[in-house]
T-cell receptor, first 113, second 113 residues
Framework: GENVEQHPSTLSVQEGDSAVIKCTYS??????FPWYKQELGKRPQLIID?????GEKKDQRIAVTLNKTAKHFSLHITETQPEDSAVYFC????????????FGKGTKLSVKP | GAGVSQSPSNKVTEKGKDVELRCDPI?????LYWYRQSLGQGLEFLIY????????KSGLPSDRFSAERTGGSVSTLTIQRTQQEDSAVYLC???????????FGPGTRLTVL
């Protein structure tokens, strides 16, 4: 079946450093790649997404890159802050533009002050 | 405006009992999704409703699980003859259009004793 692999499962960085989370997907028809942040005990919330017609998207300290040929996409957080500590999930749609999302297993990011 | 709501927020039940979990999506959202999140784990897709189309039930783990969406709005996830391994947080999400940003509810924490 369709699959989204996410690495690493845990990531610890010092405040101010950058963090990178990588995902790969299997469905060549996937064209929508969102990233969700889930703080402890809270619901997942979208932080950034990218569609297949672009290779990179930035929003302040957060950026996402997409390599469709290699079927991988990455989340980059610069100048990390303690409030960035959370679990981050990548996802990819499958079955075309109206398809459902398959989520990666998540990355627990810890930012140490 | 109001976000996705779910009820109850917590449910404790005995093994073998049936449970019903409710989701109220954002008004006007045509797509509705159910996910299951076990402790410290990722988001496991269960079922997806889109308008009047037949639901995508490919994620339901067994025939004890079923869901319906009445009038294109409220959805109910039913688990029959609950087992201890059904214990998890059940999350509902909705999106304005299929394949669009998914907005999550706060979840229902189900504990099967």
């Amino acid at each position: 079946g369709e699959n989204v692999e996410q690495h690493p499962s845990t990531l610890s960085v010092q405040e101010g450093d950058s963090a990178v989370i990588k995902c790969t997907y299997s469905d060549s028809a996937s064209n929508y790649f969102p990233w969700y942040k889930q703080e402890l005990g809270k619901r997942p919330q979208l932080i950034i997404d990218i569609r297949s017609n672009v290779g990179e998207k930035k929003d302040q300290r957060i950026a996402v890159t997409l390599n469709k040929t290699a079927k991988h996409f990455s989340l980059h957080i610069t100048e990390t802050q303690p409030e960035d500590s959370a679990v981050y999930f990548c996802a990819a749609n499958y079955g075309g533009s109206q398809g459902n999302l398959i989520f990666g297993k998540g990355t627990k990011l810890s930012v140490k002050p | 405006g109001a976000g996705v709501s779910q009820s109850p927020s917590n449910k404790v039940t005995e093994k073998g009992k049936d449970v019903e979990l409710r989701c109220d999506p954002i008004s006007g959202h045509t797509a509705l999704y159910w996910y299951r999140q076990s402790l410290g784990q990722g988001l496991e897709f269960l079922i997806y409703f889109q308008g009047n189309s037949a639901p995508d039930k490919s994620g339901l783990p067994s025939d004890r699980f079923s869901a319906e969406r009445t009038g294109g709005s409220v959805s109910t996830l039913t688990i029959q003859r609950t087992q201890q391994e059904d214990s998890a947080v059940y999350l509902c999400a909705s999106s304005l259009v299929p394949g669009g940003e998914q907005f999550f509810g706060p979840g229902t924490r189900l504990t099967v004793l």
